[in-house]
């Protein structure tokens, strides 16, 4: 029996709400209703201003807004019974992600971190036993540019309030140490603004999961090239993800590539919200609880 598609609405239209829609409209899982955003523009779907508006006409919501608006739009489905798919970060406010963590009980969520369903998330996640003892994660993130060039259009990413690269990338591979070695507890962490009305230029930080410390050192509006870079060290071997997707292994001698057969994608991980919206939710797609807890480390470092 072929499965009835999902009614989709996308609210917040900006880069990441118009990359879901068109892999939602691509996706045979799916039927997009419509968009949803306070700026109205033409698309070819219909395009309203509030949510309200097609509510009763949809099975599950994409939000992909500033992050200050999470919390009324997913309380707002969720009391109308509809499923929420959520860009992170969760929330900014900690009391705010967590009554959205206890209004998702009993209801198909998900929050989109990138690193849920890649495929060198599954081959770190599959080789972890044969690290030996694990001596330590460490992240290191590094920007020339904040806003990155993609996202100029976004001023909120350039304010402390909602943006900032801790929320906006860091959030990931908070998420995937999580997922790796449990629950984060934060020992030390801080955080440097140039201004008042102006995000964060680096952030520092030590973790713990599962007896393992976790050192963070990030940086943006710097002289040196865009990194992305999260390593396990073990005893035995230790693995590198550079990149996002290139990941690499070490027993001690160089760094040597890992062959991936495939990666994730918003079309991968829409495939697995479907099966979350039909009561199976699936490991390799995260809840709000999740979110939460991620929300819960990436905040310590903006206090």
């Given at each position: 029996?072929?499965?009835?598609p999902?009614?989709?609405?996308?609210?917040?239209l900006?880069a990441?709400?118009?990359?879901?829609?068109a892999?939602?409209?691509?996706?045979?899982?799916?039927?997009?209703?419509?968009?949803?955003?306070?700026?109205?523009r033409a698309l070819?779907?219909?395009v309203?201003?509030s949510?309200g508006?097609?509510?009763?006409?949809?099975?599950?919501?994409?939000?992909?807004?500033?992050?200050a608006?999470h919390?009324?739009?997913?309380?707002?489905?969720f009391?109308?019974?509809?499923?929420?798919?959520?860009?992170?970060?969760?929330?900014?406010?900690?009391?705010?992600?967590?009554?959205?963590?206890?209004?998702?009980?009993?209801?198909?969520?998900?929050?989109?971190?990138a690193?849920?369903?890649?495929?060198?998330?599954?081959?770190?996640e599959?080789r972890?036993?044969?690290?030996?003892?694990l001596?330590?994660?460490?992240?290191r993130?590094?920007?020339?540019?904040?806003?990155?060039?993609?996202?100029?259009?976004?001023?909120?990413?350039?304010?402390?309030e909602?943006?900032?690269?801790?929320?906006?990338?860091?959030?990931?591979?908070v998420?995937?140490t999580?997922?790796?070695?449990?629950?984060?507890?934060?020992?030390?962490?801080?955080?440097d603004?140039?201004?008042?009305?102006?995000?964060?230029?680096?952030a520092?930080?030590?973790l713990?999961?599962g007896?393992?410390?976790?050192?963070?050192?990030?940086?943006?509006?710097?002289?040196?090239?865009?990194?992305?870079e999260?390593?396990?060290?073990?005893?035995?071997?230790?693995?590198?993800?550079?990149?996002?997707?290139?990941?690499?292994?070490?027993?001690?001698s160089?760094w040597?590539?890992v062959?991936?057969?495939?990666?994730?994608?918003?079309?991968?991980?829409?495939?697995?919200?479907?099966?979350?919206?039909?009561g199976?939710?699936?490991?390799?797609?995260?809840?709000?609880?999740?979110?939460?807890?991620v929300?819960e480390?990436?905040?310590?470092?903006?206090?």
């Open positions: 029996m072929i499965a009835v999902i009614r989709l609405a996308v609210v917040g900006g990441m709400g118009t990359r879901m829609l892999a939602a409209q691509a996706h045979p899982g799916y039927t997009v209703v419509a968009g949803v955003d306070v700026a109205p070819d779907v219909p309203v201003t949510l508006d097609v509510l009763s006409d949809v099975d599950a919501v994409y939000i992909a807004t500033p992050p608006l919390a009324r739009l997913a309380a707002e489905a009391a109308a019974g509809k499923a929420v798919f959520c860009e992170k970060p969760l929330a900014v406010d900690l009391d705010e992600a967590r009554a959205m963590a206890r209004a998702a009980a009993g209801l198909p969520n998900a929050v989109n971190f690193l849920s369903d890649m495929a060198a998330t599954l081959e770190i599959r972890l036993p044969e690290l030996g003892e001596r330590g994660v460490e992240i993130l590094q920007f020339p540019r904040w806003p990155r060039a993609f996202q100029s259009g976004a001023a909120w990413l350039a304010r402390p909602q943006g900032g690269f801790v929320r906006e990338v860091l959030s990931h591979f998420y995937l999580d997922r790796l070695l449990g629950p984060l507890t934060v020992e030390s962490v801080s955080s603004f140039p201004r008042a009305d102006a995000a964060e230029v680096a520092r930080g030590v713990r999961g007896g393992v410390p976790v050192h963070v050192s990030a940086f943006s509006q710097l002289a040196a090239p865009e990194v992305y999260w390593t396990v060290w073990g005893t035995e071997r230790s693995l590198r993800l550079d990149q996002w997707t290139d990941l690499s292994s070490s027993d001690g160089a040597e590539p062959s991936l057969a495939r990666n994730g994608s918003d079309y991968s991980r829409l495939t697995l919200f479907a099966r979350a919206v039909r199976d939710h699936p490991r390799d797609l995260a809840d709000f609880a999740a979110g939460l807890r929300a480390v990436i905040e310590a470092f903006l206090r």
